[in-house]
């Protein structure tokens, strides 16, 4: 592990003191199938099964630097997948903060369930798994300090735009680019496009 942060630091990918922590404690090994655990540390995605990856550790980094999660921040996760982003940013918002955990396949939703349990964020109430279409967003939660897909949309829901508080973060991939936005006002976003990425397509059904 100590070798693929150093790896992602001296690329200038890892910067955040934050997020450079979080790293440090959450174990990537914990998050992939028996089958992964010898290239846990590869700066590689690999395969957890359902036609789904737990992310390359390099864009998972990319993500949550250009995220800016905070401590005591509201965050919905959509696409949780293995659990290990999630345990990510509730290392980072800490116990005064929330991560919403939206899954849509239920193997998924429980394999992730059960890698976050390894360590104190359900003890804590940080972290909170859910079983369900995202295409809504959780709009009895909102609105979010931050919200984050691992999954490529051909665009933005509505109902996630409308969920983000104002002055709130989103990163969401948007066909093969990651883009932020950052809310303004309660239509108004300023969005920053990052091309060069690959996701898994968000299913809407």
Known sequence: MNQLLKELIGAGVLKNQFVIAAFQKIDRKDFVTEECKNEAYLNVPLPIGYGQTISQPLTV??????????????ILEIGSG????TALLSCIVGENGKVFALELIPELSEFG???VAKYNFFKSGTAKFYCFNAANG???EAPFDRIISAASCQ???AAWKKQLKIGGRMVVPVKNSLNLFIKKGEDEFERTEFPGFAFVPFVDK
């Open 61 to 74: 980094a990319f993500m949550l630097e250009i995220l800016q999660p905070e401590k005591g921040n509201k």
């Open 82 to 85: 293995s659990g290990w982003q």
């Open 113 to 115: 369930k059960k890698n």
């Open 138 to 140: 959780m709009p009895e």
């Open 155 to 157: 665009e933005v829901p």
